[in-house]
T-cell receptor, first 114, second 113 residues
Framework: KAGVTQTPRYLIKTRGQQVTLSCSPISGHRSVSWYQQTPGQGLQFLFEYFSETQRNKGNFPGRFSGRQFSNSRSEMNVSTLELGDSALYLC?????????????FGPGTRLTVT | GQQVMQIPQYQHVQEGEDFTTYCNSSTTLSNIQWYKQRPGGHPVFLIQLVKSGEVKKQKRLTFQFGEAKKNSSLHITATQTTDVGTYFCAGRFSGAGSYQLTFGKGTKLSVIP
C-alpha cells in the first residue's frame, strides 16, 4: 500500500505571497490532518478534514485554510505569507478521526519564506 | 489553552542504559498516542492508550497511562542506537467539545555508542 504523499517537498516563497500544499492520503483513509512543525513550537495542529468536512481546527489565523476533495486528497493554503510561516508542514491520514486512530504521516513540505 | 507537557526536552544516554519520557496534562485525557520521529524523518505511530492504568509493551518499549488519565510515560530498556529520535505524546482532552490531538513538544533522545 502506498504511503502518504505530499507535494511539493520543498518550497521557497517571498513574504506576502500565497502557497498551496497538497496531500494524498493512503487509499481508503478518510481523515487528513495538517500540522506545522517548527523547532521552537514542535508539532502544532492546523486542521482535520474527514469526508470533505473540516472537523477540527487549531489556533491558527484565518490565513491558513484547507479543503478536502471527494477522493480524500487534501490541500492547504496559506495566504499573505509571513517569515514566521517558515516550517515543515506535515499531513497525516487515518481511517477515522485522528484522535482515535493511528495516523500515518507524509514526508512533509519544507516551506521557507524570505 | 490546554497543553500537554513533556519532559525532559533532551536526554543523552549511553547505549544500554534505560530511558524514560513523561507526558503530563492538567486535564483528563480521553486517550493518548505516542509517536517517534527519526532525524530528518516524519512521525511514526507507536501506540495508543485508552484505559486508566493501562500498560502496553512492545519489545523493549513500555507504555503506561496513569490512573487519573492525566499522565503517561514511555520507558525504553537497554537503549540501542536505533532508538535515536524524538518521541512525542499526543492526547485528546476529555469533554473538550473538540476531537483534536494536542502534541507535547517531544523528548529528543541521543544514544552514545
Amino acid at each position: 500500500k502506498a504511503g502518504v504523499t505530499q507535494t511539493p517537498r520543498y518550497l521557497i516563497k517571498t513574504r506576502g505571497q500565497q502557497v498551496t500544499l497538497s496531500c494524498s492520503p493512503i487509499s481508503g483513509h478518510r481523515s487528513v490532518s495538517w500540522y506545522q512543525q517548527t523547532p521552537g513550537q514542535g508539532l502544532q495542529f492546523l486542521f482535520e478534514y474527514f469526508s470533505e468536512t473540516q472537523r477540527n481546527k487549531g489556533n491558527f489565523p484565518g490565513r491558513f485554510s484547507g479543503r478536502q476533495f471527494s477522493n480524500s486528497r487534501s490541500e492547504m493554503n496559506v495566504s499573505t505569507l509571513e517569515l514566521g510561516d517558515s516550517a515543515l508542514y506535515l499531513c497525516a491520514s487515518s481511517t477515522g478521526l485522528a484522535f482515535a486512530y493511528e495516523q500515518y504521516f507524509g514526508p512533509g513540505t519544507r516551506l521557507t519564506v524570505t | 489553552g490546554q497543553q500537554v507537557m513533556q519532559i525532559p526536552q533532551y536526554q543523552h544516554v549511553q547505549e544500554g542504559e534505560d530511558f524514560t519520557t513523561y507526558c503530563n496534562s492538567s486535564t483528563t485525557l480521553s486517550n493518548i498516542q505516542w509517536y517517534k520521529q527519526r532525524p530528518g524523518g516524519h512521525p511514526v505511530f507507536l501506540i495508543q492508550l485508552v484505559k486508566s492504568g493501562e500498560v502496553k509493551k512492545q519489545k523493549r518499549l513500555t507504555f503506561q497511562f496513569g490512573e487519573a488519565k492525566k499522565n503517561s510515560s514511555l520507558h525504553i530498556t537497554a537503549t540501542q542506537t536505533t532508538d535515536v529520535g524524538t518521541y512525542f505524546c499526543a492526547g485528546r482532552f476529555s469533554g473538550a467539545g473538540s476531537y483534536q490531538l494536542t502534541f507535547g513538544k517531544g523528548t529528543k533522545l541521543s544514544v552514545i555508542p
